[in-house]
């Protein structure tokens, strides 16, 4: 199953449009040095299971460091237009970090990613209740979702880039969804400084699924303030507004004219704050937006740049939607990395996936994945660079 849709072309003229200050190619390749990949020891789980650290590294000397605890993105070091490496990923220095209670740093969400209403959907007649984690609500796979699963893990270094392959089997009946579902996921990190990150999934009985990464970015440094100053173009002219509990009402409404319209890039914070009851009930973006698409295929979602450093980061994806959430939910009590505070709006996430809720809204791009269908999607973070300020 590829549930892939296109963008249009009035939307890729806006979009590029939105990325007019053109980035610049990747930054620092030293010719003739090569990537690498590594394993380290990263600590062992409550339950004594050993857990490693994968540096995958290119020739430009970026580096992502991702465990195969949830599949974490635990840091990612790339290049300002000075060619300064900092980390722009939040989270933290240890596995003990991860072990505890946190807003899902940098890991891959499953099997649902967002919330499902009231922990229950119908599939083929038969009601399905799953563990609520949210409210009455079921919020990115349930109380042991992906995020805290230990994955089987292989890593290579190939013609295309440094890779690293991880396998979960997540049992019929886990946190109450349907199906023995075998999950992989593959990190590819290449030297023209792009993350390609590969989902595939295959179950032995029909069920729903909507997988990504929760990475939370800021493109100055993590720890290094607020997100606000960062400009984001989002390639959307729809949006899914929500109720009190975050759940979408089954709108698509236009972005145009409202805090909303990211078809030109706009600082994160140039409307957060504006009279606006979505805003309000999601205290900031945190809201799923439907990409512009007419065929199938890895499309640009969004591209944020900081002025500040000079990075840019570009989003391409074969999902319907991506859901911004610019880190409301954050508010200092969280020590990250360095024993820094997470502040609200410390980093921004760009969850590309299917709509949240969607079991519960037959009008949405069906999440459903039958027996024996092939699971595939794809997301793309690619590292600029465009002139600081
Ligand atoms: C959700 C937020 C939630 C955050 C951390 C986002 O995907 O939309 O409401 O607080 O994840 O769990």
């Not at 979009?15 to 010719?31: I, N, T, V």
């Not at 509990?245 to 089954?250: A, C, D, Q, R, S």
């Amino acid at each position: 199953m590829h549930r892939t849709l296109s963008i249009t072309c009035l939307a890729a003229v806006i979009f590029c449009a939105a990325c007019a200050k053109r980035p610049s190619e990747p930054q620092g390749a030293s010719q003739g040095e090569k990537g690498s990949v590594t394993k380290q020891e990263f600590g062992k789980t409550a339950q004594g299971q050993p857990v490693d650290l994968y540096i995958l590294k290119n020739r430009n000397g970026v580096e992502a460091a991702i465990t195969n605890y949830g599949g974490i993105v635990v840091s990612l070091r790339t290049p300002d237009a000075k060619g300064q490496f900092a980390d722009v990923v939040l989270g933290f220095d240890n596995l003990q970090g991860y072990l505890g209670e946190h807003p899902y740093f940098g890991a891959i969400v499953g099997r649902y990613g967002n919330r499902i209403a009231k922990g229950k959907f119908s599939l083929n007649g038969k009601t399905y209740t799953l563990a609520k984690n949210n409210g009455e609500n079921s919020l990115h796979g349930g109380l042991k979702g992906f995020d805290k699963q230990v994955w089987s893990a292989t890593a290579e270094s190939k013609p295309e880039g440094q890779v690293l392959t991880l396998k979960y089997r997540s049992a019929d009946g886990e946190e109450g969804y349907p199906g023995n579902l075998d999950v992989t996921v593959v990190y590819t990190l290449t030297d023209d400084n792009d993350l390609k990150i590969d989902y595939a999934a295959t179950t032995d009985q029909d069920t729903v699924l909507n997988i990504t990464n929760h990475t939370y970015f800021n493109l100055t440094g993590q720890g290094k303030g607020d997100v606000l100053g960062q400009q984001i173009a989002i390639n959307s002219s729809r949006f899914t507004p929500v109720d009190a509990g975050l759940i979408p009402t089954g709108e698509l409404k236009p972005v145009a004219g409202t805090p909303f319209d990211f078809r030109n890039p706009k600082a994160i914070g140039k409307d957060i704050a504006a009279d606006d009851l979505q805003l309000k009930l999601g205290k900031g973006y945190d809201h799923n937006f439907v990409l512009d698409r007419k065929d199938e295929g890895l499309a640009p979602a969004a591209e944020v740049t900081d002025p500040v450093s000079g990075r840019v980061l570009q989003v391409w994806t074969t999902e319907p939607a991506t859901q911004f959430y610019t880190g409301n939910f954050l508010d200092g009590t969280i020590k990250g990395k360095g024993g820094v505070a997470y502040q609200q709006r410390f980093g921004f996430c760009l969850e590309t996936q299917h709509y949240p809720d969607s079991p519960n809204h037959p009008a949405f791009p069906t999440t459903t994945l039958k027996a024996g269908q092939q699971y595939k999607s794809t997301t793309v973070w690619k590292f600029r660079t465009a002139a600081a300020q």
